[in-house]
Each structure stands twice: as C-alpha cells, then as structure tokens.
C-alpha cells in the first residue's frame, strides 16, 4: 500500500535535512499537540520518509517548532551547536522560517510560524 506524503511533512524532512548537513545539531522540538523532546536532528540518510527516524512514532507533519540554542544541557551532559551555521544551512530554503533568539534560532516553516 502505497500513501502520499503531506506537504507538511516534505516541508519539515528538508528542514531537517539541511540543518543536520551542517554538523551534529540538539534541538528541542516543539510538536503541535503540545509535546517537546531534546533530540539531535537525524542525518537523511537516518530519517523515515514521514517518521523522523524509521520506527518512530514522530511523523514529521506533527512538528510545530524546532529551538536550537548556542548551549543545551540536559542532566549532566551539555550540547553545543552552531546555530550561525544552522541559519546558513536554512538560507535557501523555501520552507523555513528563521527567528533569532536571545542564544539561538527558532525554526518553523513559513506558513506557520509561531511567536514564542
């Protein structure tokens, strides 16, 4: 059974793409029910075609935001990222929508941005 993939979903996976092309990147994901989780954002060569990851239960049409901040810590553990390069990254694409931040960027796609 073959299923069509929504524009949402195509939108996000390019994202996502893109920003994972410039270097191992934590990001908190903001989904549209509500949930948030910390994950390094998947290479393409990791992703499903509409899960982020093959096997899971995120499809990519249920992200609302991702946060990628300069510094995540997490317990013990802390993850820098290079948001400048994030935004670089992101520069060509037709679907993001880029807002900096006070230590990072806040990416949505462009038709749905959301002020946080």
């Known amino acids: 059974m073959t299923t069509d993939v929504s524009p949402k ?3 996000w996976r390019d994202i996502v793409g893109r920003i994972a092309a410039s270097g191992a990147v934590m990001a908190e994901w903001k989904l549209v029910s509500g949930v948030t989780f ?3 954002l998947p290479t393409p060569a990791k992703m499903g075609a509409e899960t982020i990851t093959p096997g899971s ?3 990519f049409d249920e992200i609302a935001q991702l946060l990628i901040d ?3 810590k997490l317990g013990g553990t802390a993850a820098s990222n290079d948001f400048a390069a994030c935004s670089r990254a992101l ?3 037709r679907y993001a929508l880029v807002q ?3 230590n990072g960027i806040c990416v949505s796609l462009r038709s749905e ?3 946080s």
Do not use: K, N, P
């Open 57 to 59: 239960d995120v499809r």
């Open 100 to 102: 900096e931040r006070a």
């Open 91 to 93: 520069s060509g694409s």
């Open 113 to 115: 941005c959301l002020s």
């Open 70 to 72: 300069e510094t995540v």
């Open 38 to 40: 910390y994950m390094y």
């Open 9 to 11: 979903a195509i939108a």
